[in-house]
């Protein structure tokens, strides 16, 4: 397994001053880039960001983080949207929701679906767990390729809890 750490740009504001977090296993990548705004997110671009099969929603799924580039590149086959019911900020955001679910297979978020756990596996083949024990399309398992998962061993997991 592999964690690249990108760094935020030099003199942000408090949301642009995110670190971004991609983690690799094999073929199943995830990145997880906190409270970044769209300033931030154009300067990750700029390192070079990965095709990752899970997407934790930068800002909590506001409108100002996210970009059809951003979603050019990342190419997320689930996106996980970590917010608190009726937050009075209005999270996630309309048009956010609109870009994520134009690309993602799946459009997980805390406050209808609870806590959610994604076990990774090295052919990018992947399980998910949610704490409402239910999810869209009632699918709980989906992989990206036709070869079989090692064993069935778990071998990552992306956690994302409520707020």
């Known amino acids: 397994m592999t964690l690249r750490v990108i760094p935020p740009p030099d003199g942000s504001d408090q949301n642009n001053n995110s670190i971004g977090l991609v983690v ?15 300033d931030e997110l154009q300067y990750f671009l700029t390192l070079g960001v990965p095709d990752v099969t899970v997407l934790k929603a930068p800002h909590h799924g506001s409108r100002d983080a996210v970009t059809p580039a951003w979603l050019s590149a990342t190419k997320p086959e689930i996106v996980v949207i970590s917010c608190g019911a009726n937050n009075p900020y209005g999270h996630p955001h309309e048009w956010a929701l609109r870009y994520y679910n134009a690309v993602a297979s799946r459009v997980l978020r805390t406050d209808r679906d609870g806590e959610i756990t994604i076990h990774g596996r090295e052919d990018r083949s992947y399980e998910i767990l949610t704490g409402s024990g239910h999810l869209p399309e009632t699918v709980l398992e989906r992989r990206a ?4 998962a090692m064993g069935g061993a778990v071998n990552v997991s992306v956690w994302v809890f409520p707020d």
């Open 24 to 38: 690799e296993y094999g073929e199943f990548t995830a990145l997880i880039t906190g409270d970044s705004e769209v």
């Open 145 to 148: 390729s036709e070869t079989p």
